[in-house]
């Protein structure tokens, strides 16, 4: 969502008449657009700033924008005094506005509102990827996750028409685009707002029915939200790729109760098995968070043990990070660092061995893969599978991009021969 809101960014300030450069340095307007998922990341944008302002800052003008902004508002100004714009997500539909105030020399210009209505919805996104595209479908979140600054930081939910998102498909399919991808931050929770009154799974069936389009995927959904139609669809149209990001957080009822998650381990499993018992083989990941305040040792072992039984085909595992106007922050019983450490660590050594034993499943299949680049180190193209899974191959036909042309943007089968805990590799095979 980060990287397309980027998208959004530079296609305004392209439509207001600026130019990008290809080096940060060379820059007069630079921008950075940050999350405030995790202490983290936060911290990363300030250090940025300041070495950036000491090695190549002169005469330059910098904004602020994304997550931090939304959350720091304008502190920023007095933190790091050399920025002049700061603006959350939810006001880049003002950002025209506010460069011109910039321009004026104004330097203390902010977007700080939540209120917005529109979804972001502009018609000058820039998209990096010629092949894939994203798609805004749903923007802020409704649910109240204790951990979570998302609802504080993007606002309230609010969908796009599903016409809308229906043109921007349609008009992406005719400038050559293949692959689209649905985003919102429950993506699953999208509800048309017009007449016409569609839910996700319909959105999803129809976007699939696009000419031209030949995957479409979408991020992320939350469980209570994800409804069996979901899986219906995905069963009847393959161009819907067989991938589920379905992040259940924890396996410990008790801690998915105090991170007001609003489903159980039982109706969370229950979805598992909707897909585990689908036509086609769905490919699931999660989000994982370890050490939330309070989680036990039974806790933590309860998390792993849905883990070995669920066997996700990959996952994202963080540790508990405090963020500021969140209920857990409140919360008794913070876990010490050291032991968010540890359970983090044996947890990715479970899941990297699960995922050994299911990548190795893969040999010798056929797998059709969108091709999304080169790599010049191992001299192999670079494929993702429908199921979201890097795959690795050469053709000896086609050893490398040239003035022939190259591979990038197309599909093709490949035989997959050997595998490894993140990716595959195989060859290239010829159409009959
Ligand atoms: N600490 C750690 N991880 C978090 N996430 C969200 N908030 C926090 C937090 N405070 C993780 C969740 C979410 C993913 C995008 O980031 O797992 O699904
Ligand atoms: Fe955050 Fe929960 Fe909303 Fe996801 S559903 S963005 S984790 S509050």
Known sequence: MNAHDSEKVVGTLLAEGYTQVDEPELAELVLYNTCSIRDKAEQKVF???????????????????????????????????????VAGSASYTRLPEMLVQ????????????LDTEEAFDTPYTRRDNPHRAYITIIEGCDKSCAYCVVPFTRGPERSRTSESVMREARSLAELGYTEIQLLGQNVNSYRDPSAQGWD????LAKTAEISGIRRVRFTTSHPRDFVKPIIDAIDGNPVLCNHVHLPVQSGSRAVLKRMQRLYTRDEYMRRIEWMKNARRDIAITTDII????????????????????????SMFIFKYSRRPNTPALEYGDHIPEEEKTRRFLILQERQRAIQIRRNSTYVGRI??????????????????TTQHKTLN???????????????VGQYTNVLVTRSGPNSLAGERVKAQ
């Open 290 to 313: 370890v050490g939330f305040p309070g989680e036990t040792e039974a806790d933590f072992d309860e998390t792993v043990r849905l883990c070995e039984q669920i066997e996700y085909e």
């Open 393 to 407: 191959f050469s053709d000896p036909a086609f050893p490398a991009p040239s003035q022939n042309g190259t591979l």
């Open 47 to 85: 250090h940025r700033l300041q070495q950036f302002k000491r090695e190549a800052g002169k005469g330059k003008v910098f904004g602020v924008l994304g997550c931090v902004a939304q959350q720091e508002g304008e502190r920023i100004f007095e933190r790091a005094p050399h920025v002049s714009l």
């Open 367 to 384: 797998e059709e893969v969108h091709v999304e680049g080169f790599n010049l180190a191992t001299e192999q193209w670079i494929g993702r």
């Open 200 to 203: 996700f799974a319909t959105l």
């Open 102 to 113: 910039l321009e004026a020399g104004n330097r203390r210009v902010t977007g700080l509102g």
